[in-house]
């Protein structure tokens, strides 16, 4: 089968887990010998596509006509410079349109599978249909549903950050699905999300929990009687509970002896920074991937993800589950659905400093029932089967291809 994949950024651009995971498919699909060619975003020199090959799937960079995402360090002005020229992109960008037609003439896709699509808008789905070609959407986020491309947890329905802005923001993406034949998430919650605020594919929706990526690191041994190392993973943004740790760690003063390893990159690193200035239990690492990144989670004993918002899935809880941690997590969202609460991990309210301090003293305090978490976690995540989740897209593709998604009402919403 020949796949064209569409994803706003690509290794070795890297913003979290989503085009990781992406990467990872697509290298995968082509491994079990599917033709596999990617259209990604890459800078002005790119023109009208520049074309590499990784892991065996053909990469065609192009410009979308702005940067997507503010760089590293930028101050606020630049940050609002960049979002607003990003979303203006985001509305209708017809040099993205322009440039899946193109590639759809040289790669003669029998299905696209859409990804994050922020900067390149909705335009790739309408030119994927008049080409058409059946499109397989893959929602890693909230971009359908709020300008943020994340919705604050409160109990659901009826109202969470339900304001003018998401319903005006909501009328302008969510009808757009209509252009999609298969919406997929990675979590049931994600999916029934979507689906209640307006997105209307043309097949429904699937669930298709993340595999375990191939290439994770495994699970070393972890020396006794050192401190317990908690770890943040991820975006550096308040909707991921930055200030929810900050407020657990000043009440943490008294507790047993362990240690906070914060890596990520956003607007919220001067305050990660000035939490690691502030404690010495705290040491805020940047942005880290690939050995680096490995490193992290094997040395650490507990993944915090504190998260206030109604995630899809944090891909980081099932690495970090795989790499021998238990994990602490917010119970809303698409990562709590991986946790089974006391068994694999704990959960704790969203937003919630106090109970969030409790759950990481208690584990601090108790290495017996740590140990217990982390063995216990670690068969979960292995158990998530990667091969499993591939098979799961290609069915869907050849379903999407033939026609015949509509017709497996069992699975699909």
Known sequence: MRILAVSNTYPPEVIGGAERLTAALCAS????????AVLTAGPPPCGNGVRETQRGAGITRVWPGGRLFPPAGAGPGARLRVQLRAHALDLWNPRAAGALRRLAQTARPDVVHTH??????????SAARRLGLPVVHTAHDAWLLHPRHNLLYAPFPPGFADGPLRRLYAR???????????????????????????????AGGVCIPHGLPPDTAPAPERP??????????GRLDAHKG???LDAAFRRLDGAPPLRLEIAGEGPRRAAAERLAARDPRVACRGFVDGPA????????????????????????VLEAMAAGCTAVVSAAGGQAERI??????LTVPPGDPAALAERIASLADDRDRLAALQTAARA???????????????????????????????QLM
Do not use: K
């Open 224 to 233: 006794p009687g050192r401190p317990v190392t908690f770890l943040y993973l």
């Open 172 to 202: 302008l993406y969510a009808p757009r699905t209509r252009a999609v034949d298969i919406l997929c998430t990675p979590s049931e919650s994600h999916l029934r999300l979507h689906l209640a605020l307006g997105c209307r594919p043309r």
């Open 340 to 345: 089974a609460d006391g068994r694999t991990g």
């Open 116 to 125: 994050n699509l922020y900067g390149f808008s909705p335009a790739v789905w």
């Open 380 to 410: 979960a995540a292995r158990a998530a089967s990667w091969e499993a989740m591939v098979d799961a897209y290609e069915a869907l593709y050849a379903r999407a291809a033939g026609g015949g998604a509509c017709h497996q009402a069992g």
């Open 29 to 36: 699909l082509a491994a079990r010998g599917h033709t596999v």
């Open 242 to 244: 930055l200030g929810v």
């Open 293 to 316: 990144r490995d490193a992290l989670l094997q040395r650490a004993d507990v993944l915090l993800y504190p998260s206030l918002c109604l995630e899809s899935f944090g891909l980081a």
